[in-house]
């Protein structure tokens, strides 16, 4: 039942359908320890798609054991400017992302994410 919701929200992401993010995502949502709420956990996800335009959510590795989801995201993409710090301006790179969420009352409610920054480095150091 996990692996469907969690495959539901990430086509819910990929499609950008804002509207239903509530569904998945509970009011008071955190992310990685910060008091989000679902207003601020939408408001991230908007931006993340402003300035990486062509963005992709595909899932590399799933595990469930309720009430907890574990994945491992794979990105492939263009970010505009500069991400997490880094001048990338539109060169495509692959990274991952580890995260790990809980789920209560049936939606998202906390959210542990690491991206593999060091990946992202290496490939702007090498052009």
């Known amino acids: ?64 054991e309720p009430p907890l989801i574990a994945a491992r995201l794979m990105f492939n993409c263009s970010p505009k400017g500069s991400f997490l710090g880094l001048k990338v301006d539109g060169r495509r790179i692959s990274f991952t992302e580890n995260v790990f969420y809980e789920i209560k009352d049936g939606r998202i409610a906390d959210v542990f994410s690491v991206i593999d920054k060091a990946a992202i480095e290496a490939q702007v150091a090498s052009e």
């Open 1 to 64: 039942m996990l692996r469907e919701f969690y495959h539901a929200y990430i086509d819910c992401l990929n499609r950008q359908a804002w509207d239903e993010l509530g569904r998945f995502v509970a009011d008071d949502a955190r992310h990685n320890g910060r008091p989000f709420g679902l207003a601020g956990y939408c408001s991230m996800l908007i931006k993340d798609f402003e300035v990486i335009p062509d963005l992709r959510f595909v899932i590399d590795r799933l595990a469930c």
